[in-house]
């Protein structure tokens, strides 16, 4: 098998940015199911916003790189990985056990 070296534009983490904002549009409804409690999803090009009563999750995108913050003012930085994962500073992370983390804080 020979290496391959891939050009990943900014297409591709576009598309990981709209997967990325589906699972948490999944997983809060998931976890809001008990209660018939729901989170609101907002999607932009470069901005994720959930929030449910007083939480609060915002992400922001440029190109791979992405930046949370929580409405406690706790934040962080992330970047997509070309395996579709998120890393950070505990490591990569597969994009739908970061986005369940979240929701489930989310809707507690």
Known sequence: ????CFDLSSDVWG???VSLSSLLRSYTAAHGLHRNSYATVE?????????HGDKRLELERAGAD???KREDGSEGALQFTPAGRLSGPAGEEEMDMAAETWARELMQ
């Open 1 to 4: 098998m020979s290496s391959q």
């Open 15 to 17: 598309e990981l940015w």
């Open 43 to 51: 999607l932009d090009e470069d901005r994720i916003l959930v929030y």
């Open 66 to 68: 992405v930046n949370w």
